[in-house]
C-alpha cells in the first residue's frame, strides 16, 4: 500500500492544470486538482477567450464602417457596449460549460478541491477549504499550475487612481471614451485594436522605442502601420513619472527624451506582464527554489525536488496556453510513465490576435545571426496570395530562415490575416524535419490562405536558380527562351 493518498495533486486548475490533471488520471494515477476559485484560469475567464470574442467584435464594427471595400455601402455601427460585455461574457461561459466544468473531470475519476493550497513538506499539501475548514493531503508526485497574474509596475501616483488590469477589463460595461494603456506587449496591443474599432480613442505608452519586443522588427513596423490607420494612438521612448487625477480624467505625465507630456484618458490599463502566483504556496516548507521570474525547473519542468514539477505560466518560461497545456503533457510524462519527455524550445509558436494577426515560430532571424548559423531569408508579401486579394486583405508578409543548401527552416514569421493559421504548418515542419522543398511539393489548395505558405517555400526553389543554371539547361535541352533577370535578390515568382 501507498504512503501517500494520492498518484498526483494538482495545484492550479487553469491550461496547465486541467491537462496534468486529465493526463494523471488517463493513465491510472489516483488524482486530486485543487483550485483556489474557478476552472478555466486566466485563458478563459480574463485572458485568450475574453479577448478574442472582443476582438472579433470590434472586427465586425470596423467591417460595417469599411464597407465600401466590399462594394457595399459604409454605416456607423450602434454599439452598446454592455451588450458587446454579454456577449463576452456568454462565449466565455459556453467555453467553461464545454471544456472547464468540474463534472468533466470529476467524471474521469479526478477529485476537484476548491480551496487555497499551500506545501507543509515536499509530499504534503494543506488546503485551506472554499468552504470552510482545512484539509491536509499527500501525494507522490506534485504538480504546481497556479498560473501568473498581471504585473503592476510601481509607478508614482498610480495606488491613488483606478485602473484596469486583463482581470478587471472585461467587466467594464461602459465603453472608455478614452483608453490610456501602459504596455506595448500583446496585451496592450491586441486591446488597443479592440477599444480603437469599439469606439474609444486609444493611446499605448511604451518605455521602449517599438511594440513588440519579442517579435521580428521588420513585421512589427506593418502592423503597427496598419493600428496607426486604424486610429491607434502610440507614445513610444516614453519614460512615465507619474499618475495622477485631473479634471476627472486619469493624467499619464512622461518623458519623451526630456520633452514632459501628459497623456489623459477615462480609463487606463495596465498590460506590462505577468508574474507568477507563488507566495501563496509556502514553497521554502517543500525545499522548491523559486525567483522573481517564477520557480525554477529544467526542460522537462521538473524543480530542484525531483517529484514536484511546475508548469504553466507559473515558471515563468513561456506564459502561453498551448505552451501550459504542452508543459504540463511533458511534466506528467516525465514523471507518471518515466519517459525523458523534455521542451524543444526550437519550435515554440506564438501569436498576437491583432488585425493582421504577427506569429512566429522557431529561431529569430536576429538568434539565427547571433548564432552564427549560415542561413537564408526568403520573403513572400501576402499581396501575392489570391485569397488575401479575394477577401481584401493584402498587408501582409511571410519571412521564412532557413538554409540555403538543404532547405531545413529554422524559423519563420508572418504578419497577415490567419498568420496563427499560417504559422502551424511551419511549426509542425521544423518540428519534424520538413524542408522547404517538401512544403514547397506539397500540394495544397487554391484558393486558401495555406496556399500562401508553400508559395513561400517555393522562393527556395526560386532563389536556388541562377543564370548560370538556366544557360545550361538551355544548353542541354536546346531550349529558345529568354534567360530570367536574376540581378534582383528579392524577386518573388
Known amino acids: 500500500m501507498s504512503e501517500f493518498e494520492f498518484d498526483s495533486i494538482v495545484i492550479g486548475g487553469g491550461a496547465a492544470g486541467l491537462t496534468a490533471s486529465g493526463i494523471s488520471a488517463n493513465v491510472g494515477a489516483k488524482t486530486m486538482m485543487i483550485e483556489r476559485h474557478r476552472l478555466g484560469g486566466d485563458c478563459t475567464w480574463t485572458g485568450c477567450v475574453p479577448s478574442k470574442v472582443l476582438l472579433k467584435a470590434g472586427k465586425v464594427a470596423r467591417n460595417i464602417r469599411e464597407a465600401s471595400k466590399f462594394g457595399l455601402i459604409d454605416d456607423e455601427p450602434k454599439i452598446n457596449f454592455e451588450k458587446v460585455i454579454e456577449h463576452v461574457h456568454k462565449i466565455r461561459q459556453e467555453v467553461y460549460e464545454e471544456a472547464d466544468d468540474p463534472k468533466i473531470y470529476e467524471d474521469q475519476h479526478i477529485e476537484v478541491v476548491f480551496g487555497e493550497a499551500r506545501f507543509r513538506d515536499k509530499h504534503t499539501i494543506e488546503i485551506d477549504l472554499e468552504e470552510g475548514g482545512k484539509r491536509t493531503v499527500s501525494s507522490k ?156 525547473v529544467n526542460n522537462s519542468c521538473q524543480t530542484n525536488v525531483s517529484h514536484i514539477y511546475a508548469i504553466g505560466d507559473v515558471n515563468g518560461r513561456y506564459q502561453f496556453t498551448h505552451m501550459s497545456e504542452h508543459t504540463a503533457k511533458v511534466a506528467t510524462t516525465r514523471a507518471l510513465l518515466k519517459i525523458p519527455m523534455k521542451i524543444d524550445e526550437k519550435h515554440v509558436p506564438w501569436v498576437t490576435f491583432t488585425d493582421p494577426e504577427l506569429a512566429h515560430v522557431g529561431q529569430t532571424e536576429e538568434q539565427l545571426k547571433i548564432s552564427g548559423t549560415s542561413f537564408e531569408v526568403y520573403r513572400f508579401p501576402y499581396s501575392k496570395i489570391d485569397r488575401a486579394l479575394t477577401d481584401n486583405e493584402p498587408a501582409g508578409l511571410i519571412k521564412l530562415f532557413a538554409n540555403k543548401l538543404t532547405g531545413k527552416l529554422y524559423g519563420a514569421t508572418v504578419v497577415g490575416a490567419h498568420a496563427g493559421e499560417l504559422i502551424s504548418e511551419y511549426a509542425v515542419a521544423i518540428k519534424n524535419g520538413v524542408s522547404l522543398r517538401n512544403l514547397a511539393d506539397t500540394i495544397h489548395p487554391y484558393p486558401s490562405w495555406g496556399l500562401g505558405a508553400r508559395r513561400a517555400a517555393d522562393q527556395w526553389y526560386i532563389k536556388n536558380q541562377s543564370e548560370w543554371s538556366v544557360k545550361l539547361i538551355k544548353k542541354v535541352f536546346g531550349y529558345r527562351g529568354k534567360i530570367p533577370d536574376f540581378s534582383d535578390p528579392d524577386r518573388v515568382v
Open 141 to 296: 508526485y506534485i504538480f504546481i499550475a497556479s498560473g501568473a497574474r498581471a504585473a503592476v509596475p510601481p509607478i508614482n501616483g498610480l495606488d491613488k487612481v483606478e485602473y484596469l488590469t486583463n482581470e478587471s477589463l472585461f467587466e467594464v460595461n461602459n465603453l472608455p471614451e478614452e483608453l490610456v494603456i501602459i504596455g506595448g506587449g500583446p496585451i496592450g496591443i491586441e486591446m488597443s485594436q479592440a477599444f480603437t474599432n469599439l469606439g474609444s480613442k486609444v493611446t499605448v505608452i511604451d518605455m521602449a522605442d517599438r511594440i513588440m519586443q519579442n517579435d521580428d522588427e521588420e513585421l512589427v513596423e506593418i502592423l503597427m502601420a496598419e493600428l496607426q490607420g486604424q486610429g491607434v494612438n502610440f507614445e513610444l521612448n516614453a519614460t512615465i513619472k507619474e499618475v495622477s487625477k485631473e479634471d476627472g480624467k486619469t493624467s499619464v505625465e512622461v518623458d519623451k527624451e526630456g520633452s514632459i507630456k501628459k497623456i489623459k484618458g477615462t480609463h487606463l490599463l495596465i498590460a506590462t506582464g505577468r508574474i507568477p502566483n507563488t507566495e501563496q504556496l509556502d514553497l521554502e516548507k517543500a525545499g522548491v527554489y523559486s525567483d522573481k521570474k517564477g520557480i525554477r
